[in-house]
């Protein structure tokens, strides 16, 4: 019989999970896993974890990008189908949204455009779909709570997608070269990273507040 674990929180990317992870490094209360990036590589390394535990509550966490324009930078944003669960993660200050899981990182602001029209959503991110579907096979409470890392109006410096290698890890050769051949990016570049710490921050402290509200 699987373990029984109380929750557990996943992030594609050890950026995104650190703060939270320097909060609860000592609590047993919840664990984190780093999944990487994209729903192959969150399907294949939270199966793992499902079968040998069973969370009571799977959440699936980190950046995401905005589709709708009000949300600004650090806003924590959550998707679940569960009530008790929507209640606390409003209590909790995340804002309810509709989010689409996406097979690459929507790198301008026509793109995002393109995809609240056709789509609807509010936010986009690269891994949820793939975990809520595992935890709607196995009964687990299951939510998206992502934290808003770029804007809808804003281009990101850099294409990503061009950047990362076949499994979703970034070429940091590649990165360099790029930003060689562009150094106008690099303070972009430094804002988007410290958006995503801010982003980062804000998620932390939200998750924490769901965790202690069981």
């Known amino acids: 019989m699987p373990r029984q674990l109380p929750v557990l929180v996943c992030f594609a990317l050890k950026e995104e999970a650190a703060p939270f992870r320097k909060i609860v490094a000592d609590q047993r209360d919840a664990a984190v896993l780093l999944t990487g990036v994209g729903q192959e590589n969150a399907r294949t390394s939270v199966a793992d974890v499902l079968a040998q535990q069973s969370p009571s509550l799977v959440l699936t966490c980190g950046f995401a990008g905005g589709l709708d324009s009000a949300l600004p930078v650090g806003a924590v944003v959550f998707e679940t189908s569960q009530l008790e669960l929507w209640e606390r993660l409003s209590n909790a200050g ?7 899981c996406a097979s690459r990182i929507a790198i301008t602001a026509k793109e995002k455009r393109t995809l609240r029209s056709s789509t609807q959503a509010d936010a986009v991110e690269m891994e949820s ?3 809520h579907t595992l935890c709607r096979e196995r009964r687990i409470p299951c939510a998206t ?42 303070p972009a570049l430094l804002r988007l990273q410290r958006n ?3 982003a980062a921050e804000r998620l932390a402290e939200v998750l924490v507040k769901i965790i202690a509200s069981r």
């Open 129 to 131: 779909e793939a975990i």
């Open 145 to 186: 709570v992502r934290a808003i890392s770029d804007t809808a109006n804003e281009d990101l410096p850099l294409d990503f997608n061009q950047l990362a290698r076949p499994d979703w890890t970034m070429d940091y050769c590649r990165l360099a070269l790029a930003v060689a051949k562009a150094p106008g990016t690099i």
């Open 196 to 198: 995503c710490r801010v």
């Open 94 to 100: 995340a804002v309810p949204v509709k989010f689409f």
